[in-house]
């Protein structure tokens, strides 16, 4: 996968030189659930196949979503044409919608609410025609529930074995997040979104390798990368992995739809600005070892310190 | 957990939740909350188990304080529903739960989404469909009535 060649662009998602797990959601500047970078053309390409070839692993919803899927097509088909009007376009006669992707010279005509006018489920339908990953939840009894995903690029997750679980469910591996109440601080959080006033996080990780489709179904043959990172290899092979996340409350289905849109960028990169390798040399020394340990970097951390730890110098020497 | 159900007197009203071999370990406390004209509501889990955590925790948290709940069920869908309870918001003091049958849990395999059974207590499996040596978790699917089994080693 290429990465992202100018710095400005890519979403670097901390702040002092400190991390630990916390409801770092912010409003959104822009409302807008979806972006489009250089690396569009190639990134639909690799979810389009992930999904015929992999479709249970990238798409799975519970039969009472469709509305809600309809609601998703429809916001993100909206947020496109609004925000891309030059790529996209979309023109609505009654309930017949003709949507144009410009980019991919694509048209599909549908009847807006009728499934079988679509080949794919209203939310695969418009999954593959953008990079992020979209994922439904749905809203009972005062909870939030998975209730239906396309997810081609998870950060080592199972859309098929989250299917239909609680928000706390779903977040029951992370240490400390049940004991520090954060589970519940979240949710409570999320209950009380409304529509129109959207909000975002970043989440980040360290990947040995420049694979998107880091899969919990193919971790037997990516996460071998972690054995194989050197001094000499760190700068190319492991990548800084930024999730930008959108969180929209649907307003007819009451749903919330979660967006995830995956960056990754070598670390030979990230070390050409100063301040971002200072910082990020810090986090890393300071990381404690359940978070470590949790986002899968105890086999390569101290080497990847090692290598920080070497670009500063060389900047300091020159 | 007791070995035993035991009646608590003087409670709102009863719950239990049980299947079929539950039931017949529950009956002396149901008889108990009969004879004493309590007000009870048993909820019978039967084969068919689609969606089922999510109505068990709509059904009780429709509940009112002072509600009391026996759960009987097979060791292996114990654990899941107890979750849900405590999710739900009971606490220790305002339930009792008993397992039956053989301590056995299902594993849920990363790589294949197949189902391996297994005793309880077993750390690492082989998933029976594609062999991947897989660490049980205790991270559990209602839907997929299983644990997640994770790649053990790279
Ligand atoms: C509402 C939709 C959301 C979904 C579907 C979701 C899903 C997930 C999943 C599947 C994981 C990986 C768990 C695993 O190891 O199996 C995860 C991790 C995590 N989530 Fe969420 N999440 C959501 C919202 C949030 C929000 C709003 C926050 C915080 C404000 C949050 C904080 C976290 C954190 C801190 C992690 C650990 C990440 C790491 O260390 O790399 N999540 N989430
Ligand atoms: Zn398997």
């Known amino acids: 996968m290429t990465y992202i060649d100018n710095l400005e662009q890519f979403p670097y998602p901390f702040k002092g030189n400190m991390y630990r797990y916390s409801n770092n959601s912010i409003p959104l500047d822009v409302p807008k659930s979806v972006d489009i970078t250089s690396n569009y053309e190639e990134e639909i390409k690799l979810k389009r196949q992930l999904l015929r070839d992999h479709p249970k692993r990238c798409f799975q919803s519970l039969s009472h979503t469709l509305k809600a899927q309809w609601e998703i097509l429809a916001l993100v088909m909206n947020h496109l044409v609004n925000y891309y009007p030059d790529k996209f376009s979309l023109t609505k006669t009654n309930t017949l919608w003709t949507f144009r992707n410009l980019i991919l010279n694509e048209t599909q005509q549908f009847i807006y609410g009728d499934e079988s006018t679509l080949l794919q489920q209203p939310l695969d339908f418009i999954g593959r025609h953008v990079q992020e990953d979209l994922i439904l939840m749905s809203e009972r009894d005062g909870n939030l529930y998975l209730d239906a995903g396309q997810l081609c690029f998870p950060a080592n997750w199972s859309l098929a074995f989250d299917l239909g679980m609680s928000f706390r469910e779903i977040h029951y591996p992370i240490p400390g997040f049940k004991e520090e109440k954060l589970d519940d601080r979240i949710l409570n959080f999320l209950l009380r979104l409304e529509a129109g006033n959207p909000w975002g996080r970043n989440n980040w990780s360290l990947m040995a390798g420049n694979r998107l489709d880091t899969s919990l179904e193919t971790f037997d043959d990516w996460g071998k990368g972690r054995k194989q990172v050197t001094a000499e290899n760190a700068g190319d092979l492991v990548h800084l992995r930024v999730e930008v996340q959108t969180l929209f409350r649907l307003s007819r289905s009451n749903g919330i739809l979660f967006t995830i849109h995956t960056h990754l960028l070598p670390l030979r990169k990230l070390a050409e600005k100063r301040a971002w390798l200072e910082q990020f040399y810090h986090i890393l020394q300071e990381l404690p070892p359940y978070i470590v340990d949790y986002k899968g970097l105890s086999l390569f951390k101290d080497v990847v310190i090692d290598y920080l730890k070497v670009q500063l110098e060389k900047e300091d020497a020159s | ?154």
């Open chain 2, 1 to 154: 957990m007791k070995n035993q159900p035991i009646f608590v007197q003087s409670k709102r009203k009863y719950l239990f939740l049980a299947d079929q071999k539950g039931l017949t370990i529950l009956n002396p406390i149901i008889e108990q909350a009969i004879i004493n004209n309590d007000s009870f509501e048993v909820v019978f889990l039967g084969k068919q188990k689609e969606f089922l955590h999510t109505d068990i925790a709509h059904w009780l948290s429709q509940q009112k304080m002072g509600t009391y709940l026996y759960v009987c069920l097979p060791w292996k869908e114990l654990h899941p529903i107890k979750l849900k309870i405590e999710e739900v918001g009971f606490s220790e003091e305002e339930y009792q739960w008993f397992g039956h049958g053989d301590k056995s849990k299902n594993v849920f395999c990363c790589r294949c989404h197949e189902i391996t059974e297994v005793a309880n207590g077993e750390v690492e499996i082989n998933c029976q469909y594609c062999h991947l040596l897989l660490e049980v978790s205790d991270h559990y699917s209602a839907l997929r009535h299983a644990y997640l089994g994770y790649v053990a080693k790279l």
